[in-house]
């Protein structure tokens, strides 16, 4: 194992270089090897390259590579690390001929030697905003696309980090509460795609779609509806300044033959003036385009269609996260299908060319919906749920369990899919004075499920042909990485007890482990150079869904005897593995 140090010391003089358009090491033949991505290598990538989020536009999280596989997983060893910044963080590595490219904390941006580590450049941008964990980049062309905590799009040149262009994405006046970039940008039918995230800000987040060359931006799609516009009469009457939400922190998924981008959207916290119906023609309190798919075209911004899966989302439960692409067999017929789930790990199955709902999948976590109509999709909500002010009810998942923005993986030639999850409830109610997240003033507090064994993690294989579960394994600590299937029979996931495993796909069986020495936080990735396969990962850059909320709870539930009361840091790092 390789033991690179640490970047602090040497990440001023690193961003004058790369400004200046000089590499770190000139002689390295990776970056003189460098070349453009295209259209075609985004839409059919080397099975050696990692180019975008989840490799490829359906948001798989797939690796072809077969090299580590299930007869030689005992002998992978870590095989060069790197020291990071300090801060929150949600990073994907991005890998195309050799070079590693990482987003890491504080809006600093790394090129690597994908097979030792070793610095190529380095670009800072250090604005004076809040700090703002990100899912990661994209990289097109020439270039590498960097979202920025201060609302910037950056363009940088993958051979040497210098900038290309630098666009600023403008928000209302009015609005003085912070908007931030948390999702990855997408490149799509040569544009740009870009979701913000406005969690408590009038008027909600939006999408733009800026152009490849300048960072210009083309158009923009608000995801809280206008009140004189489709959807605007979904919200009980309020005024736009009093709608909000509808955050976009979730990278896309794309179709090049529909030339269709699909984004999922949070809900609204401001609950309390949607708990209720008016009761007035032509009315209602659904919120669109809360917790809804919405599929855009790139190059217009156009609304093609969408389905709303939870409207007026009382409990935080939202349905941002990953919208995969599969091509499944539905009733005899070939489809090719739009998959999500929100936190309660209830997964809509809907057409990818018009939304059409066509079925769902329960992994047996949730008790708010009881019931879901077989041919809208309308769901059921218990009546013990509905947030009032005279008790409270064990409701699953919490808030912040379930499944969350740890992405599950899709192996397509096998059919099965792979979700990491957190078995927490929450005991939610009576309503009150007291402000919490949820403006109905709802109270919150984490519960173990009832009858608990006391394991809350769980990683959920699902049959997507039948929509049965399949096998799953579970364990005191929750996942807390995003999971990582791979043409080698192999599924990677990372969990709060800082730990790297890797299961058999086809029974779950636990193959190898290993102590990655600080929380995993981020979305794994395999990638080969030179006919060799990796695994990569970065640890210690949690976001508050693992640092605080899921350690708190075990915690909590556990007391002394928690698996993490004590858990050892060793500080951020990128981490890769390879075969001894």
């Not at 409270?392 to 999850?421: D, E, H, I, Q, T």
């Not at 981020?522 to 210690?540: E, N, R, T, W």
């Not at 850059?541 to 909320?549: E, G, I, L, R, W």
């Not at 556990?558 to 004590?566: A, E, F, M, R």
Request: charged share 20%; proline share 7%.
């Amino acid at each position: 194992m390789v033991q690179v140090g640490g970047l602090k010391g040497v990440l001023i003089f690193c961003s004058f270089l790369a400004a200046a358009g000089y590499g770190l090491t000139q002689s390295n033949d990776r970056l003189t090897q460098l070349s453009e991505v295209t259209e075609a290598e985004l839409t059919h990538p080397e099975s050696e390259d990692w180019l975008m989020w989840r490799r490829t536009y359906d948001a798989q999280g797939y690796s072809p590579l077969d090299q580590i596989d299930k007869t030689n997983i005992g002998r992978l060893k870590e095989a060069w690390r790197v020291d990071l910044e300090e801060g929150p963080n949600m990073a994907t590595p991005l890998v195309h001929d050799g070079v590693m490219f990482l987003a890491s904390s504080n809006d600093t941006v790394l090129a690597f030697d994908a097979t030792s580590g070793e610095q190529l450049w380095a670009y800072e941008h250090r604005p004076t905003s809040f700090p703002s964990p990100k899912i990661g980049i994209a990289l097109h062309g020439d270039k590498v696309i960097v979202p920025t905590q201060d609302m910037r799009v950056v363009a940088l040149e993958a051979s040497t980090g210098r900038v290309i262009w630098n666009h600023g994405i403008a928000t209302p006046d009015h609005v003085r509460l912070p908007y931030s970039l948390r999702s990855a940008p997408l490149v799509a039918n040569g544009v740009v795609l870009q979701g913000v995230t406005a969690t408590m800000i009038p008027e909600g987040g939006f999408i733009v779609g800026l152009d490849l060359e300048s960072g210009e931006e083309l158009w923009r799609f608000h995801s809280i509806a206008r009140p004189d516009e489709p959807g605007g009469n979904t919200w009980n009457n309020l005024a736009l300044k009093d709608r909000s939400g509808g955050s976009v922190w979730v990278p896309a998924s794309y179709d090049p033959e529909l030339d269709l981008a699909y984004y999922g959207t949070a809900p609204t916290y401001d609950t309390a003036p949607l708990l209720y119906a008016q009761n007035e023609d032509g009315i209602s309190n659904e919120a669109l385009y809360t917790n809804a798919t919405i599929a855009l075209r790139p190059k217009t911004g156009e609304l093609v269609w969408y389905f709303q899966h939870m409207p007026n989302d009382q409990w935080d439960l939202d349905w941002v996260f990953e919208r995969q692409i599969v091509k499944l067999e539905i009733e005899g017929i070939p489809r090719k299908v739009v998959l999500t789930a929100g936190k309660m790990a209830l997964y809509d199955v809907l057409d990818a060319e018009t939304g059409e709902y066509l079925n769902s999948y329960d992994v047996g976590l949730q008790n708010i919906v009881t019931a879901i109509d077989p041919e809208t999709g309308d769901k059921v909500i218990s009546p013990r749920a509905i947030p009032n002010a005279e008790d409270a009810n064990l409701l699953c998942p919490m808030a912040n369990a379930g499944r969350n923005w740890p992405s599950a993986s899709v192996n397509p030639k096998k059919k099965m899919l792979y979700l990491p999850l957190a078995e927490i409830c929450m005991m939610f109610g009576p309503t009150g004075p007291t402000r919490t997240l949820l403006s109905t003033g709802v109270a919150i507090k984490a519960q173990p499920m009832v009858d608990s064994d006391g394991k809350f993690g769980r990683v959920q294989a699902i049959d997507l042909q039948t929509g049965k579960m399949a096998w799953n394994f579970r364990e005191v600590v929750p996942p807390v990485s995003a999971t990582l299937a791979t043409e080698g029979g192999l599924v990677f996931v990372g969990t709060l007890g800082n730990r790297f495993l890797a299961f058999d796909d086809a029974d779950g069986s636990l193959l190898w482990e290993d102590d990655l020495g600080d929380i995993p936080a981020s979305f794994p990735i395999s990638y080969g150079v030179d006919g060799k396969q990796y695994v990569a990962l970065v640890v210690g850059q949690p976001s508050n869904y693992h640092a605080t909320v899921l350690i708190s709870y075990l915690n909590e539930f556990l007391g002394d005897q928690s698996p993490v009361i004590k858990l050892p840091r060793s500080g951020p790092a990128l981490v890769v593995y390879a075969l001894d």
